[in-house]
C-alpha cells in the first residue's frame, strides 16, 4: 500500500478537527475510526447526558453546533453534530478499523490494524480514553453477587434496586441525578463534592481558563479554573432542588456478598455499584514506540518519536484540547507543525 502523508488514528472530535486542517492541505491522508459509525465516545454514552457548555461553545472549527447561547446539547446532539461535519467536509474516514500497534520502521510508520496494514510518514493518534475506563481495585470484588460497572458502561436507571454511585466529578452528579428518582441511591466520593456557581458553565470556564493561561505564557504564574467540578447543567440543579446531594460517604474498603463495607464496621447493601472514576488515554497501540516509557509531549509533539503527535488528550497535550471547543486550537498548531516536519 502506499504510504499515506498523515495517517490519523481515531474518529471523534479530535480526529475530526485534525481532519478539517488537513483537508485544507495537499497532504494525502486519512483517518482510521474502530467505531461502526461517526460520533466517537459520545455515541456510547448514556441517554440523558448533558454537555456542559451551551450548544454555541460546542462547536468545532467551520460549523457551530445548532441550538444557541441557552441550550444545553444532549449527547444524541453531539453524535448528529459529529456525524453532519464529517459528511460536511467529506473527511476520508475508513470504519470500522481497529489500530492494534504502531511502530516505525526505516523511517515510516507501520499501522497494524484488524483488517490492512497502512504506512505513513506522519501519524495523529487521537484515540481519546473511553476505552480505558479506571475502577479503584477494591478488595472482595469477586464475591460482590450484585453488578459493578463504569460509567462507560451505564445506559438507564436500575429501577427499584439500591446503587451506590462513586465519584464526585460530573459523570456521577448526572448519573446520580437521574438514578435518585427511581431509585434508593448511595453517593461515595474521596473529596468533598465541589459545585460550581449556577452561573458557571463549560463556556465560562474555558474563557476563564484562556484568560489565565495566557498570563501563563506571559510568564505569570495562575492556575486555571478545574473543568472537572460539577457544573449546574439543568439536571443537576433540578437534583440539588430534590437534595439528592446532601449527604455522602467516603470510599468504602471493601465488597461483601450483599454490598459494599467501610474498615469501621459500616455496611450498606447495595444491588449495583457504578463507578464514575475517571478515564485514562487510550495509548496501548503507541506501546511498541514507547516501550512501557511515559510519553512526553511539547503541545501534542511525541518528544521521543520523530513524526508523532497527540490530539484531545486533555492539557498535556494542549490546553483544553479534551473539549469540543478547546481541540481546535491544538488541531490547528498539529497540522502547521506535520507541514513543517514534512
Ligand atoms: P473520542 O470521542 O473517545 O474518540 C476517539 C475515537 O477513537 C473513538 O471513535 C474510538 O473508538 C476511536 N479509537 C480508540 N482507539 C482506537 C484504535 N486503537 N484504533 C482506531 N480507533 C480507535 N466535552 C465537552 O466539550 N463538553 C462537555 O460537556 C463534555 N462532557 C463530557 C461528559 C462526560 C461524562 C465525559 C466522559 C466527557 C465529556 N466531555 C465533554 C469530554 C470530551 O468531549 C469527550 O471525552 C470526547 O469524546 C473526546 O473526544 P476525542 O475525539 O478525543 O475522543
Redesign the pocket.
Known amino acids: 500500500m502506499e504510504p499515506y502523508d498523515v495517517i490519523v ?9 485534525t481532519g478539517y486542517y488537513l483537508r485544507r492541505t495537499t497532504l494525502r491522508y486519512v483517518i ?4 461502526e459509525a461517526p ?5 456510547h ?1 448514556w441517554d440523558s ?5 451551551p450548544a454555541l461553545w ?1 462547536s468545532l472549527p467551520g460549523v457551530i453546533m445548532p441550538g444557541g447561547k441557552e441550550h ?2 444532549g449527547k444524541q446532539e ?1 453524535v448528529d453534530y459529529l456525524t453532519a461535519y464529517e459528511e460536511r467536509y467529506q473527511l476520508p474516514v475508513i ?1 470500522p ?4 500497534r504502531v511502530n516505525k520502521e526505516n523511517g515510516l510508520f507501520v499501522v497494524h ?1 484488524n483488517r490492512d496494514t497502512y504506512y505513513a510518514k506522519a501519524v495523529v493518534s ?6 480505558s475506563p479506571v475502577i479503584p481495585d477494591i478488595p472482595n470484588k469477586g464475591s460482590f453477587k450484585g453488578r459493578i460497572l463504569h ?2 458502561e451505564y445506559r438507564a436507571p436500575f429501577r427499584g434496586k439500591r446503587v451506590a454511585v462513586v465519584g464526585e ?3 456521577g452528579a ?1 448519573i446520580l441525578a437521574e438514578l435518585s428518582k427511581v431509585t434508593d441511591t448511595l453517593w461515595i466520593t474521596r473529596n468533598s463534592p465541589e459545585f460550581l456557581p449556577d452561573h458557571i458553565d ?1 463556556k465560562y470556564l474555558f474563557d476563564a481558563a484562556t484568560q489565565l493561561y495566557e498570563a501563563k505564557q506571559r510568564g505569570e504564574e495562575l492556575q486555571p479554573p478545574s473543568l472537572g467540578h460539577i ?1 449546574m447543567v439543568p439536571a443537576v440543579k433540578e437534583a440539588r432542588d430534590r437534595k439528592v446531594y446532601q449527604a455522602w460517604l467516603p470510599p468504602f474498603d471493601t465488597f461483601t456478598p450483599d454490598g459494599i463495607a467501610w474498615n469501621d464496621g459500616r455496611k450498606e447493601q447495595v444491588d449495583v455499584v457504578i463507578f ?1 472514576t475517571g ?1 485514562k488515554p ?1 495509548l ?2 503507541l506501546a511498541p514506540i514507547f516501550n512501557g516509557h511515559k510519553i512526553t509531549t511539547k503541545g501534542t509533539r511525541a518528544l521521543e518519536a520523530d513524526g508523532l503527535w497527540l ?3 486533555g492539557s498535556w497535550t494542549g490546553f483544553a ?7 481546535g486550537r491544538t488541531a490547528k498548531r498539529t497540522v502547521e507543525e506535520i507541514i513543517g516536519y514534512l
Not at 32 to 35: K, S
Not at 49 to 53: A, D, E, N, V
Open positions: 488514528i481515531g474518529g471523534g472530535q479530535s480526529a475530526l478537527a482510521l475510526d474502530r467505531e460520533g466517537g465516545a459520545w455515541q454514552a447526558l448533558t454537555l456542559f457548555s460546542c444545553y446539547p453531539a470504519r478499523v481497529e489500530v492494534k490494524t487521537a484515540t481519546g480514553s473511553y476505552h460509567s462507560a466529578g460530573n459523570s448526572q463549560g457544573v464514575c478515564f487510550s496501548s497501540h490530539v484531545g488528550y484540547s479534551a473539549t469540543i471547543i478547546g481541540v
